[in-house]
């Protein structure tokens, strides 16, 4: 899990630095919809909601074609509440 959630960091951050890469916005979607799904699948519910409300973010971000201070900060308070809930966590099923 921690690799999953250090590429979704990466991912994030370059989508946030770099100019806009629809192609990796794709691709951060794709894993965070992947993440939310097998999180509920696996029973890990608080793990799956953060997951789900990055997802609803990007998907706002992905229409603007840009990252706004606002869902920055709210992003990186959510990836931090996904490690904590992956830390907390007793099993790894990724």
């Given at each position: 899990?921690?690799?999953?959630?250090?590429?979704?960091?990466?991912?994030?951050?370059?989508?946030?630095?770099?100019?806009?890469?629809?192609?990796?916005?794709?691709?951060?979607?794709?894993?965070?919809?992947?993440?939310?799904?097998?999180?509920?699948?696996?029973?890990?519910?608080?793990?799956?909601?953060?997951?789900?409300?990055?997802?609803?973010l990007l998907e706002t971000v992905?229409?603007?074609?840009?990252?706004?201070?606002?869902v920055r900060e709210q992003v990186?308070?959510?990836?931090?509440?996904?490690?904590?809930?992956?830390?907390?966590s007793d099993d790894d099923p990724?």
């Amino acid at each position: 899990m921690p690799v999953k959630l250090d590429e979704l960091r990466q991912c994030w951050s370059a989508l946030c630095t770099d100019s806009w890469n629809e192609p990796l916005a794709e691709r951060l979607l794709l894993m965070l919809h992947n993440l939310a799904g097998s999180g509920a699948t696996y029973g890990f519910s608080d793990l799956s909601a953060y997951a789900r409300g990055f997802e609803r973010l990007l998907e706002t971000v992905v229409k603007q074609r840009s990252v706004s201070t606002d869902v920055r900060e709210q992003v990186d308070l959510i990836l931090d509440s996904l490690k904590q809930s992956s830390i907390s966590s007793d099993d790894d099923p990724f």
